[in-house]
């Protein structure tokens, strides 16, 4: 199974990720498929190769909670009518 995550990159103190497409059993900063754009929290920036997201999406690779929240905050999900369940903690109601 495929997710879309963030891989630390950077210097101390200074950390950039990059949101890549990658095997679920890989660790952090393991091997990735693909590196599908980046995001500076410190400067507030994202990029994304809107391409390389549809087509790991459509094979059906999930986004993490924070990949998600970045690609929302882009309106990533509005421009191309793709949406998923967030994962949400603690227990449901019923």
């Keep these: 199974m495929v997710k879309l995550r963030l891989k630390r990159c950077g210097r101390k103190q200074r950390a950039i990720y990059r949101i890549v497409a990658i095997d679920v059993r890989s660790r952090r900063e393991g091997r990735d498929l693909r590196k599908v754009g980046f995001y500076d929290?410190?400067?507030?920036?994202?990029?994304?190769?809107v391409s390389a997201i549809l087509y790991f999406l459509e094979k059906g690779a999930r986004p993490t909670g924070t990949v998600y929240d970045i690609l929302r905050k882009a309106e990533f999900f509005k421009e191309f009518q793709v949406s998923f369940e967030k994962k949400r903690k603690g227990k449901q109601e019923l």
């Design 41 to 49: 929290p410190i400067k507030n920036q994202t990029y994304s190769n």
